[in-house]
Nanobody
Framework: QVQLVESGGGLVQAGGSLRLACAASGRTVGTAAMGWFRQAPAKEREFVAFISWSAGTTYYADSVKGRFTISNDHGKNTVYLQMNSLKPEDTAVYYC?????????????????WGQGTQVTVSS
């Protein structure tokens, strides 16, 4: 089992920045990728970004490209999401996820383990 704990959410004005962190513990050996997803009220959970754990390859949803940056720290088993130029439409609960599979990193079903989520609210 892998445990994921997110932190760093909060309330910020439009145009501001937040940095989310997700610490992994437990059976983390063999992790292939970690991702960030978000879910707004009455909407389905959607992909935000992923990073391949070893190579550091990244990929972003079009809606956040150029504003968000995903990174990882192997020594701390932690993945980060730096969010800049935030917009009210970025308001959602943000979840991190991890997987040992080598495919489907851009969809919810591609991940085995999930954190509990952290709320991000962007005011206009």
């Amino acid at each position: 089992q892998v445990q994921l704990v997110e932190s760093g959410g909060g309330l910020v004005q439009a145009g501001g920045s937040l940095r989310l962190a997700c610490a992994a513990s437990g059976r983390t050996v063999g992790t292939a990728a970690m991702g960030w997803f978000r879910q707004a009220p009455a909407k389905e959970r959607e992909f935000v970004a992923f990073i391949s754990w070893s190579a550091g390859t990244t990929y972003y949803a079009d809606s956040v490209k150029g504003r968000f940056t995903i990174s990882n720290d192997h020594g701390k088993n932690t993945v980060y999401l730096q969010m800049n130029s935030l917009k009210p439409e970025d308001t959602a609960v943000y979840y991190c996820a991890s997987t040992r599979a080598n495919k489907n990193w851009g969809v919810v079903s591609g991940y085995n383990y999930w954190g509990q989520g952290t709320q991000v609210t962007v005011s206009s």
